[in-house]
């Protein structure tokens, strides 16, 4: 997974449905539905989960390099503009 594959945006009915609060409801909420189901399911034990977890700590991590990459972009256009 890359920064151009990240999931696409689930629905606010799908996000709603799947009881996401509105802090997750980011373009990893997809990844979270599955590894809410899998901690529900394994008791919330730390060793269950794992690579539910793992897909969605990373789709967390390339989100945040891509925001990170389109403030920079922002911040060149201001610069440029107002040189």
Not at 9 to 21: A, G, Q, R, V, Y
Request: glycine share 2%.
């Amino acid at each position: 997974m890359t920064i151009n594959e990240l999931p696409e945006l689930l629905s606010h009915d799908e996000m709603k449905k799947n009881k996401i609060p509105l802090a997750y409801r980011d373009r990893c909420a997809k990844l979270l539905v599955p590894l809410n189901k899998c901690r529900q399911e394994g008791w919330y034990m730390p060793w269950n989960c794992v690579e539910e977890r793992h897909d969605y700590e990373k789709c967390q991590y390339l989100d945040f390099k891509r925001r990170v990459k389109q403030l920079e972009e922002i911040k060149e256009k201001r610069d440029a503009a107002s040189s």
